[in-house]
T-cell receptor, first 114, second 116 residues
Framework: GENVEQHPSTLSVQEGDSAVIKCTYS??????FPWYKQELGKGPQLIIDIRSNVGEKKDQRIAVTLNKTAKHFSLHITETQPEDSAVYFC?????????????FGTGTLLAVQP | DARVTQTPRDKVTEMGQEVTMRCQPI?????VFWYRQTMMQGLELLAY????????DSGMPKDRFSAEMPDATLATLKIQPSEPRDSAVYFC??????????????FGPGTRLTVL
């Protein structure tokens, strides 16, 4: 069935460094790839997303890249700050019609050390 | 600032009791999702609704779980009878789906359920 693998499970960086989280998906029909940030005691919040017709998208310090051929996508956070510390989830979806299910990765706990 | 609300935020109950969790989606959203989050299984989709009609509940244990949308402003998830293995955080999310691929789901704060 559909599967999304996410690596690493934990990531510790120094403030100001970059952080990269990688995901691979199994369903070649997937065409929508959001990233969510979950802080302690809160629900996941959408931080950036990308569609399959785009290879890269950037929003300030956050960027996402997509390689459809290899079926993997990555989240890049530059100039990390302590407030970036959270659990990050990638997800994939076929989108469109009745199939709008998001298949989530297992999450990456990012710790930004001041 | 529109947001998804969930009640209760925390629930502690004893095995065998009925549990009802409620969700108010963002006004105007036509799709509601229920997720369960545990350390072992991560985020699992239990069920989702479009325009109040159930589209997929394949992730939900049918014998004890039920999900409904009595109206467009309320979604409920019931567990009867509850078991200790149901202990988890249950999230509701809503989205406005208009046929495109980009389905932005907005999550509520969750209900932390503990079954003793």
């Amino acid at each position: 069935g559909e599967n999304v693998e996410q690596h690493p499970s934990t990531l510790s960086v120094q403030e100001g460094d970059s952080a990269v989280i990688k995901c691979t998906y199994s369903d070649s029909a997937s065409n929508y790839f959001p990233w969510y940030k979950q802080e302690l005691g809160k629900g996941p919040q959408l931080i950036i997303d990308i569609r399959s017709n785009v290879g890269e998208k950037k929003d300030q310090r956050i960027a996402v890249t997509l390689n459809k051929t290899a079926k993997h996508f990555s989240l890049h956070i530059t100039e990390t700050q302590p407030e970036d510390s959270a659990v990050y989830f990638c997800a994939a979806s076929r989108g469109g019609g009745a199939t709008n299910k998001l298949i989530f990765g297992t999450g990456t706990l990012l710790a930004v050390q001041p | 600032d529109a947001r998804v609300t969930q009640t209760p935020r925390d629930k502690v109950t004893e095995m065998g009791q009925e549990v009802t969790m409620r969700c108010q989606p963002i006004l105007g959203h036509n799709t509601v999702f229920w997720y369960r989050q545990t350390m072992m299984q991560g985020l699992e989709l239990l069920a989702y609704f479009r325009n109040r009609a159930p589209l997929d509940d394949s992730g939900m244990p049918k014998d004890r779980f039920s999900a409904e949308m009595p109206d467009a402003t309320l979604a409920t998830l019931k567990i009867q009878p509850s078991e200790p293995r149901d202990s988890a955080v249950y999230f509701c999310a809503s989205a406005l789906v208009e046929g495109g691929a980009r389905i932005k789901q907005f999550f509520g704060p969750g209900t932390r359920l503990t079954v003793l």
